[in-house]
């Protein structure tokens, strides 16, 4: 490809982009299609023998992807805690494709190594975690998380676990039931196992019950198993509970236990200072990890975690291979040296791009605005006769259909609301009006919608209370068993 082409099939697809943006409100947010209409209309061959005209390829992949994508951008889009993109931060993954730098290393790639470094430093600075630390960017939540644990484990076995692996007493970490599912995945890619787990009772909002938990610890010590760290949330994925961080961090103060906080969501929202007390005790974490492409708006993906001990990383990732030449000379991070890849994408110039851009005002307004406007949300369907509220945490509220004529204390009620507001989330979610998820909290069934979302506004949430309340009076009209009088 020539310049000159690049240079206009960009300028082009930059234009067609910049439509989508706009037109994204008058869109479907979600466009459920039978998979043989996606294989027929991507054409379902195989590898082309010949190659095509690229603005042929560029145009046609352009349209599917419009057409056939759920927008995590749209301003009715609060399904999951998924950021909507920024169109920054898109032109930042062009910069940064452009340029291709593997950063490995700061010799591989000495500027974006330096960006990657200052957007570490940033982010800690933001919420208030030491900056003097050390941390890397990752794919996402999940791997930051993941290396949390690992971290966490080397720290509790020392250097044997590099050439021994895991040996001794059963190893124990300790969280909550409101916990992501990527503590199963960490375990298992660690080689501790799921038994290795220790849930920890919630309250009703989703926080951890710390005498829970104190009791477990107090057990698994007195039969002689190993516990070895703590794991707090700040933001629980259904229902954006702040565990009570301050004591979890006394406690494994106390046991000399790795606290590792999951702020993949919410840690951002420290930024808001006095209004989340718990969240000051990020700085206490041995080990947090970030989601950049929640809270901090970038474009998926980009996760980052956090330690306080930056020998912490190198204790497990520490390698230098004889074909790197890493001469003397070369200063600046080795982040092979420090992470799980060799080969790394830049993931941080997007982030680096929007915190310039936003600076702590910026980030301070939207995620206020979220917080607000999950609020309300709440209060909307608080006020509502056919609507339940149920929490609101954060930027994420949780509710569900109740028809004003049922009468909730008769056998069978609540496993009907159950099955009406499961079935009613699918229509939801299909009738591309609006686009939530669900939570489930003491046994009930409920709609749960998480605002991330800076296109979102108080017209949107009333369309979402419009769409849920027509579909779920539909719906209970074909689903209510038919009593014997009628
Ligand atoms: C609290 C929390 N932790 C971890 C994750 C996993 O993050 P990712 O999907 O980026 O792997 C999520 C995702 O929603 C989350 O909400």
């Not at 439509?19 to 409100?25: G, P, V, Y």
């Not at 501790?192 to 829970?212: N, Q």
């Not at 206020?368 to 339940?388: C, N, Q, T």
């Not at 299909?430 to 909290?441: D, L, N, P």
Request: overall charge negative; aromatic content about 8%.
């Amino acid at each position: 490809m020539t310049p000159a082409e690049f240079r206009a099939l960009g300028h082009r697809l930059v234009d067609q982009l910049a439509d989508f943006h706009e037109s994204l409100e008058a869109r479907r947010v979600y466009n459920p299609v039978p998979r043989d209409t996606l294989l027929r209309e991507l054409g379902n061959g195989s590898v082309p023998n010949d190659g095509a005209p690229a603005q042929e390829v560029l145009d046609d992949i352009f349209a599917l992807l419009r057409d056939y994508s759920r927008h995590n951008g749209h301003p009715r889009f609060m399904g999951y805690i998924v950021s909507p993109g920024s169109p920054l931060g898109a032109l930042g993954e062009l910069m940064a494709a452009s340029f291709n730098q593997n950063v490995a290393a700061s010799f591989a790639a000495p500027m974006a190594s330096e960006i990657e470094m200052q957007s570490i430093r940033w982010i800690a600075e933001l919420i208030g975690y030491p900056s003097d630390g050390d941390g890397i960017f990752v794919s996402g939540g999940t791997m930051a998380n993941v290396v949390g644990l690992q971290v966490a484990l080397s720290a509790a076995l020392g250097p044997s676990l590099r050439s021994e692996g895991i040996s001794g007493a059963p190893l124990r970490c300790y969280t909550s039931k409101a916990t992501h599912a990527w503590i199963k995945k960490a375990v298992r890619m660690c080689g501790l196992g799921t038994d290795s787990i220790v849930w920890v009772e919630t309250e009703p909002d989703g926080r951890m019950k710390l005498a829970d938990l104190k009791q477990r610890l107090q057990q698994d010590q007195a039969a002689g198993r190993h516990p070895f760290m703590v794991i707090g949330n700040a933001g629980t994925t259904m229902t954006g509970a702040i565990d009570p961080l301050p004591d979890i961090a006394a406690l494994c103060r106390e046991h000399g236990l790795w606290f590792h906080v999951d702020g993949a969501y919410g840690a951002v929202a420290a930024v808001l200072g006095a209004r989340y007390p718990e969240l000051a005790a990020l700085a206490e974490a041995d080990s947090l990890a970030i989601d950049a492409h929640k809270w901090l708006y970038a474009p998926v993906e980009a996760g980052c975690i956090l330690v306080k001990n930056g020998k912490a990383l190198s204790d497990v990732f520490d390698d230098d291979p004889d074909y790197i030449h890493n001469a003397p000379s070369h200063e600046g991070a080795q982040f092979y040296r420090k992470g799980p890849q060799h080969s790394r994408q830049f993931r941080a110039l997007k982030v680096w791009l929007a915190l310039k851009r936003l600076g702590r005002s910026g980030y301070t307004q939207m995620i206020a605005r979220d917080i607000a406007r999950a609020e309300e949300l709440f209060a909307l369907v608080s006020e509502h006769p056919e609507l339940e509220a149920a929490t609101t945490g954060l930027s994420i509220t949780t509710f569900r259909f109740v028809p004003a004529d049922l009468s909730t204390d008769t056998d069978g009620a609540a496993s009907y609301l159950d099955a009406l507001n499961e079935a009613l989330l699918t229509e939801v979610q299909a009738s591309g009006e609006a686009y939530i998820s669900k939570a489930v909290s003491e046994g009930r069934f409920l709609l749960r919608a998480c605002i991330i979302n800076y296109r979102t506004t108080s017209a949107d949430l009333a369309r979402l209370v419009d769409v849920v309340v027509r579909l779920g009076r539909e719906l209970d009209r074909q689903l209510r068993p038919k009593s014997p009088t009628q």
